[in-house]
């Protein structure tokens, strides 16, 4: 029957990605029609299908797998009609000319079946070894896409449930992928500059356009200082263009949370905070005194005048009330004495201060600096100071300036970091952060002859059946259980790590193999001692471990990962409950 040359999903269901990503596999390996399909059971829902197929076929976007259909990695049938029984099936009505099906399961490490790729034609067909091997390419390429997408939306979920955290703050997130150029914005960072949802995009070359034209560059270059590894982070003030086009400053923060094996940014997270009542206030200080003591005396945080003289003596010259909050202190305890700081400031962070005001009046740069008090009877807690140096005639400086508490903020940015690298249900780290932790090991290895260290790989035994048996969240107490047995005999140097499912890594820094065998061994023994409740049912667990030692000519953490790995698998297949070496 006529049909056209190529068909789509369903309106909203594709992605041009996958779309392209398909016209390219259907070329390169001479089919007919090419299908991929997303869900983690039998029901999968239709993403992009080129060839001619009809997508009307398909009842709301969606494809039941054919009775028979194995999930396994890849599977040819030539004749469809007769070995599957698909006469009647969504496939057969789509394209009643189907005569050959091949089909391979897209899989993601953490959740499983994932999607499948299907090449259709209307004739027996066969791929040769080629095409076999570039059909278990092009799945790959669909399965990578997949979990990108999947982990944009962790992302995104995670942000939602910090929103109301950061409501009213006046501070927004963002989140950028460094290799693609895309960034994600939160609704609150939308609102800071007046704009809706659905008013801005989410390439970083447009957010440059909202740059003030005087500070693109600042912005630009102290962005690639931290790309470039210089910086410990990201944080620069700068203004911002609104919705209705007057500008705001801003402070922005932020931090690359993960890098590839060659140190390269892959996404940095941060927040973009509203200042611009700080720079309002400093520029109506320099009108007059009167105004600026009225002013600042009923603002949350400490305004100040801080004077440097050339042979390094300092003092404040002008002191607001809010000192007391700040650091304990009345104004005239300040003025009179500005060392006074120095037994307030944290120990670790007090050279830092002196150094940043050295550099600022060397430079007559705007200082801005982060920092630590310890208050008596308050504990640590956080601060910030901004500043801009005027040089006077006598040669020395003179910096107008603003110090706030900013504690709640970094209380904020420290959960954003454990969103970006924990495992939400065992509290581990998350296969991404474990990999980094895994990779600076291989490198102290590599750094020194005599170090040594190991990698473990555990998996627990008949985990299935648990879930099957008693349900998910039996299961996922089950492995909670365990993640609590297995941190319990960590060292502080040590690191472990859920890489997904049932599977979790340890990597013990300064150890033999032998000590850690006997580390799985001491793991395998609290596990069997304390089996998980259920009621009145008593759960033993048993765990299988397979272990390696990283070597210093491991071209990256993933070689030594894979040995562990099939020591892994020798563990299971003998029987389970086992340790094995490589």
Known sequence: MPLPSSSSAPAGASDERFDSLLRLARRQLGIRAILLTTGADKLQRIRSAQGPLDPEAFAEGLLELPPGLPCEELLEVPDILEQLHLRQHDLARAWPELRYLAAHSLTDPRTGLAGMLWLLHDRPHRLDEEARLGFRDFAGLAAGMLADRLELQRVRDSEERMALAIAGSGTGIWDRNARTGEIHYSSDWKALLGYSEHEVGNRIEESYTRVHPDDLAYVQATIQAHFEGRTDAYEVEHRLRCRDGRYKWVCSRGKVVARDETGQPLRMVGT????????????????????????????????????????????????????????????????????VLHGILHPDDLALYLGSLESSARDLRPWHLEYRVQLPGSGLSWRQGAARPRPLADGSVLWHGFITDITERKLIEAELQVFATTDSLTQLANRRHFMTQLESELARVQRSQDYGAAILMFDLDHFKS??????????????????????????????????????????????????????????????????????????????????ATLHPDDPSAEAALSRSDMALYRAKRGGRNRIECH
């Open 272 to 339: 973009t905070t509203d200042v611009t009542a700080m720079h309002a206030l400093s520029e109506k200080m320099q009108q007059t005194a009167g105004l600026m003591t009225d002013l600042t005396n009923e603002i949350p945080g400490m305004v100040f005048q801080y004077r440097r003289q050339l042979d390094g003596g300092a003092a404040f010259t002008y002191v607001s009330s809010g000192v007391r909050e700040i650091y304990g202190l009345t104004p005239d305890q300040l003025m009179q004495d500005a060392g």
């Open 466 to 547: 648990i879930n099957d048996r008693w349900g998910h969240s039996v299961g996922d107490e089950a492995l909670r259980h365990f993640s609590a047995i297995l941190r319990a005999q960590l060292r502080r140097t040590d690191a472990a790590g859920r890489m997904g499912g049932e599977e979790f890594a340890v990597v013990l820094s300064n150890a033999s193999l032998d000590e850690a065998r006997t580390f799985a061994e001491r793991v395998q023994r609290e596990l069997a001692g304390a089996p998980v409740t259920h009621g009145d049912e008593r759960l033993p667990l048993a765990v299988s471990a397979g272990i």
